[in-house]
């Protein structure tokens, strides 16, 4: 069984330049997460997709952040423009209805 | 919301010994507590969870407790390894079924 896909794993933008991340979840799981960690701290909430319906998005930090979740099925997460302080590692998750979370690999984001 | 608090941020011990991270959380709610390691480079794993009906919960060398009323909870890892080497989540689960993790702990086994 594949486990969690991001892509990219590593992504290097100018301030004020837009990127999109991408999360690919375990077949057949309907509730898709994104996390986001800032080096040193902890690993942050950012908001919860049960199949395409936004169920909680109360950890996105600004309107610059926009997550999609077309078709149920893969996500992408849009940063524009991006800023210095949007650097850091985005891990997605999946699960089935309140099991475990898997976690991807992340996508490490570097804001010159 | 929740707040969950990690100690300590590293953690340096000897191959054999035991080693020991403490989180504890502030919504009373929460009824879920996994813990996660990531090797570097590697994605955050869950290695063992507890649910808020029970005490203490073990996995060969790894053990999780928890206290309710104080809302505390640790790892104990027994007898480790240098593959025990990796930074260490641990996270709280509300009730909209949402994770909230501590800033993490990076265990170095020493050989």
């Known amino acids: 069984e594949a486990g969690v896909t991001q892509f990219p794993s590593h992504s290097v933008i100018e301030k004020g330049q837009t990127v999109t991340l991408r999360c690919d979840p375990i077949?057949?799981?309907?509730?898709l997460y994104w996390y986001r960690r800032v080096m040193g701290k902890e690993i942050k909430f950012l908001l919860h997709f049960v199949k395409e319906s936004k169920q909680d998005e109360s950890g996105m930090p600004n309107n610059r952040f926009l997550a999609e979740r077309t078709g149920g099925t893969y996500s992408t997460l849009k940063v524009q423009p991006a800023e210095l302080e949007d650097s850091g590692v985005y891990f997605c998750a999946s699960s089935q209805v309140r099991g475990i979370q898997y976690f991807g690999a992340g996508t490490r984001l570097s804001v010159l | 919301g929740e707040n969950v608090e990690q100690h300590p941020s590293t953690l340096s011990v000897q191959e054999g010994d035991s080693a020991v991270i403490k989180c504890t959380y502030s919504?009373?709610?929460?009824?879920?507590f996994p813990w996660y390691k990531q090797e570097l480079g590697k994605r955050p794993q869950l290695i063992i969870d507890i649910r808020s009906n029970v005490g203490e919960k073990k996995d060969q060398r790894i053990a999780v407790t928890l206290n309710k009323t104080a809302k505390h909870f640790s790892l104990h890892i027994t007898e480790t390894q240098p593959e025990d080497s990796a930074v260490y989540f641990c996270a709280a689960k509300n009730g909209a079924n949402n994770l909230f993790f501590g800033t993490g702990t990076r265990l170095t086994v020493i050989p």
């Open positions: 919504d009373s709610a929460s009824n879920y």
């Open positions: 077949s057949g799981h309907d509730n």
